[in-house]
């Protein structure tokens, strides 16, 4: 599974844009890039996944360059309640330690602790 | 409610009792997943299952932990002999099978362990 790096954390007025950038610079071709949210004392929740490129949902967007080494998180116009922890994933599907079926487990960071200040 | 519940939501045990956590996925996904997170820390992969079939453990996972997903519906995850090092928040997962479908996995809220 491929190493991430992020910020530990960051600081974003209300309304602002915030992006947080994850490095990923042994990212497999296979490998898939995903961004979970988890607010306190609740599970991660998925928010966006990609392979390349941009993608974009209701929620967030997430920039893709071509070498695919770093992955960006675009929340627009944040809110009090964006205030969370945010971790980026990547991985694909490996051999099992039992079955030889694909290994899905999520290798989680410590994520970027976004604070959004009124 | 449809998503993925988890019970207790807390639980304070004393050293060296055991305890049980229950977990029941979303109907339709296949996959079960459990994690372990301390504070601070991003979850950690403990163990999953493809319907009743447990197919992969991490080395987190000691001999004093183990899981069970009997006819491939709810899963229980069992700690014998508490330590004080296994407080922590207990977090189940579930998921589609099938490619990157896998990675959107849902997260129930939690248990949170405390072994005093």
């Known amino acids: 599974l491929a190493k991430t790096t992020q910020p530990i954390s960051m600081d974003s007025y209300e309304g602002q844009e915030v992006n947080i950038t994850c490095s990923h610079n042994n990212i497999a071709t296979n490998d898939y890039i995903t961004w979970y949210q988890q607010f306190p004392s609740q599970g991660p929740r998925f928010i966006i996944q990609?392979?390349?490129t941009k993608v974009t949902n209701e929620v967030a967007s997430l920039f893709i360059p071509a070498d695919r080494k770093s992955s960006t998180l675009s929340l627009p116009r944040v809110s009090l309640s964006d205030t969370a922890v945010y971790y980026c994933?990547?991985?694909?599907?490996?051999?099992?330690?039992?079955?030889?079926?694909?290994?899905?487990?999520?290798?989680f960071g410590k994520g970027t602790k976004l604070s959004v200040i009124p | 409610d449809t998503g993925v519940s988890q019970n207790p939501r807390h639980k304070i045990t004393k050293r060296g009792q055991n305890v049980t956590f229950r977990c029941d996925p979303i109907s339709e996904h296949n996959r079960l997943y459990w994690y372990r997170q301390t504070l601070g820390q991003g979850p950690e992969f403990l163990t999953y299952f493809q319907n009743e079939a447990q197919l992969e453990k991490s080395r987190l996972l000691s001999d004093r932990f183990s899981a069970e997903r009997p006819k491939g519906s709810f899963s229980t995850l069992e700690i014998q002999r508490t330590e004080q090092g296994d407080s922590a928040m207990y977090l189940c997962?579930?998921?589609?099978?099938?490619?990157?479908?896998?990675?959107?996995?849902?997260f129930g809220p939690g248990t949170r362990l405390t072994v005093t």
């Open positions: 997962a579930s998921s589609l099978t099938g490619g990157q479908s896998s990675y959107e996995q849902y």
């Open positions: 994933l990547v991985g694909s599907s490996g051999l099992g330690a039992y079955s030889g079926a694909g290994s899905y487990q999520l290798t």
């Open positions: 990609g392979y390349k």
